[in-house]
């Protein structure tokens, strides 16, 4: 029986999946084999020797220590493209509150209630609440994968230009786009040339900032920004002084902090881009699902930090994480081969600094065959399924 621990609140839709016959589903589990996640901050905690794996039900894993995981063979799997309806459609809401001043005139006229002449004093207040048209204007959009590929294909739709940039643009995800929009090499081709921008990247140390004070300088006088991916990839200061100064009219963005709360011409929202019942259900399903592929099969899919791998096998499966070295692969085969054993079939794949190995392996795995694969150098985990 296999012990599943939820972090934070999972669809039951998701957590229906797990055949009850082998795995029990609960907030509080002794010795967990797996962890479904949203939102929990799991930094500060320790892990078992049974945790296999670690499905985050979203995109952003920022909250799981992905590189400590993958150190104790722990894989970490998220949910790309599980959300992304939602949020391209928040994204298509922020283009419109970003233009319309609809937060603004709404608060304005609701501000009315009471007043004699109501209807009066709105039909001669509501010219300071006009706004441009989104039709034939430019919408640059930083990161093409399966959130800004719809939000381009609707933004083309609704009559806009489409500009992008994404520098790990999968073939996949570029064959979906519509022939009309523009990818371009250079991402200042966006700053440049964008009266709407739109991020939807990942948060790393490296693209902390991707848009500050540098890259705002070049844009277009009344550019519009929408943050719906990371509050960390835009600097909050930067572009609060930038509004001050006329360079940016709008700022939408799904993440508060002190800075942005309460600054003129700034739309803060509560983090509500996957915050519907629809994606909260997709996440879940998927999440369920790479983990059940994982632990019954050794099979990776959506893993954040070791590579994607997958194998039918006719016998027994070996799999090992392990470094990714010189001569550790013929090392683990040699351990095999001593101990009596055939490879069938042998997949192996690597992500920077390790790598995963599945071997059909003919014959009795004994625990003795384990523990010589273990005993090499570099070997994080080994499993072996039946």
Known sequence: MYNIQTLNKISAIGTDIFDKSKYTVSDNPENPDAIMVRSAKMHDMQFGENLLAIARAGAGVNNIPVERCAEEGICVFNTPGANSNAVKELAICALLLSSRKIVEASAWASSLKGTPDAPKTVEGGKSKFAGPEILGKTLGIIGLGAIGGKIANTAVALGMKVIGY???????????????????????????????????????????????????????????????????????EAVVKAIAEGKVAKYVTDFADDIVLGAENVIVLPHLGASTPESEDNCAVMAANELIDYIENGNIKNSVNLPNASMVATGTKV??????????????????????????????????DFAYTMMDVAGDVTESVVNDIKAINGIIRVRVIK
């Open 319 to 352: 799999c090992v994480i392990h470094k990714n070295v010189p001569s550790l692969i013929s090392a683990i085969t040699k351990a095999v081969g001593d101990d009596g054993l055939n490879i069938e079939n042998m997949v192996n794949a690597s992500r920077k």
């Open 166 to 236: 994404d520098p790990y643009l999968s073939v996949n995800n570029a064959v979906l786009l519509d022939s009309s929009v523009k990818v371009v090499n250079d991402i200042n081709d966006i700053y440049r040339n964008s009266d709407y921008i739109s991020i939807h990247m990942p948060y790393t140390p490296q693209t902390k900032n991707t848009i500050d004070t540098e890259q705002i300088s070049i844009m277009k006088d009344g550019v519009r920004l929408i943050n719906l991916a990371r509050g960390e990839l835009i600097n909050s």
